[in-house]
């Protein structure tokens, strides 16, 4: 069965630093792009950026590119979005998904939540 | 980057009626279109891809069709479990991009 399970909720202060994962089982974690999506509170969805954890391959939405950055530890099927100075406007939840044969996203985390607050 | 533009915001209907749901795309993405249902305090979860094949384990009352700009996602009898949020989304090209969603409500 796959399976993406996403690390807890995070409460943070503005400018701190943060790293959540998503970890990948059930199917081949480095065949698979996986994408992170924000959604802010009452909003849509926007996609952040996508990787290919074969071998890295990163690509970032315009809105985030330098705002945050994504990894993945192939060893252990885990993908990573990391901020390096958190903002109030980064409070939202945020999904990881396995882009599909059709690049759709097919299998979604469970979500984690960042709040960030003074 | 395309926009995509889902009609309408909130569409009310009765269980059991029928509900359309249009998505437009600012430019052509071929197939390349993606429908999700969101219901409160979940994942979105992947119902269409392809405009127009249902995902694993979805409902025969879902389908889609379209091509290039144009979209459509059709219930063909709403369900109490259908009442949520839908998204379309085009992965033709890098960023992608959802649509602004459509709240589909009891009437």
């Known amino acids: 069965e796959v399976q993406l399970v996403q690390s807890g909720a995070e409460v943070k202060k503005p400018g701190e630093s943060l790293k959540i994962s998503c970890k990948g089982s059930?199917?081949?974690?480095?065949?698979?792009?996986i994408g992170w999506v924000r959604q802010m509170p009452g909003k849509g969805l926007e996609w952040m950026g996508i990787?290919?954890?074969?071998?890295?391959?990163?690509r970032y939405s315009p809105s985030f590119q330098g705002q945050v950055t994504i990894s993945a530890d192939k060893s252990i099927s885990t993908a990573y979005l990391q901020w390096s100075s958190l903002k109030a406007s980064d409070t939202a939840m945020y999904y990881c998904?396995?882009?599909?044969?059709?690049?759709?996203?097919?299998?979604w985390g469970q979500g984690t939540l960042v709040t960030v607050s003074s | 980057e395309i926009v995509m533009t889902q009609s309408p915001a909130t569409l009310s209907v009765s269980p059991g009626e029928r509900a359309t749901l249009s998505c437009r795309a600012s430019?052509?993405?071929?197939?390349?279109l993606a429908w999700y249902q969101q219901k409160p305090g979940q994942a979105p979860r992947l119902l269409i891809y392809?405009?127009?094949t249902r995902a694993t384990g979805i409902p025969a009352r879902f389908s889609g069709s379209g091509s290039g700009t144009e979209f459509t996602l059709t219930i063909s009898s709403l369900q109490s479990e259908d009442f949520a949020v839908y998204y379309c989304?085009?992965?033709?090209?890098?960023?992608?991009?959802f649509g602004g969603g459509t709240k589909v409500e009891i009437k």
């Open positions: 990787i290919y954890p074969g071998d890295s391959d990163t």
């Open positions: 989304q085009q992965y033709n090209n890098w960023p992608f991009t």
């Open positions: 998904a396995r882009l599909g044969s059709s690049s759709s996203g097919d299998y």
């Open positions: 392809g405009a127009s």
């Open positions: 059930g199917y081949s974690f480095t065949s698979y792009w």
């Open positions: 430019q052509s993405v071929s197939s390349n």
